[in-house]
């Protein structure tokens, strides 16, 4: 049961060594960065929902529409002259942009 790093001298492992606490380090101030980023983003969107019930709402009642179109099928929730591909979000009937394809 050798490891890979058997034939390589004390020195190259200990580069080794190094490259992989550096890359990990640098992993972790990523992740640490983007969470940060996402915690940003959360509170700006709890904050624009606070300043904007309405548009809570409209969020809220379209997530129901695509969590049901989820259950049942798009046909059962948009009628027949919805979408026709199950892969579309229910999104892409209000916001063509968004929707996949």
Known sequence: ?????D??????QLHLTEEQIRRRHNQQMFL????????????FEAELLED????AQTIHSFNM???QSN???LHGV???????????SVWS???????GN
């Open 1 to 5: 049961m050798y490891s890979d790093y």
């Open 7 to 12: 034939e390589l001298s004390f020195e190259e």
């Open 32 to 43: 640490r960065r983007h969470a940060r980023l996402l915690q940003q983003e959360l509170s």
């Open 52 to 55: 904007n019930p309405e548009l």
């Open 65 to 67: 529409q695509e969590i």
């Open 71 to 73: 259950q049942r099928g």
């Open 78 to 88: 948009l009628g027949a002259e919805g979408l026709g591909t199950k892969e579309q």
């Open 93 to 99: 009937k209000f916001f063509p942009g968004l929707g």
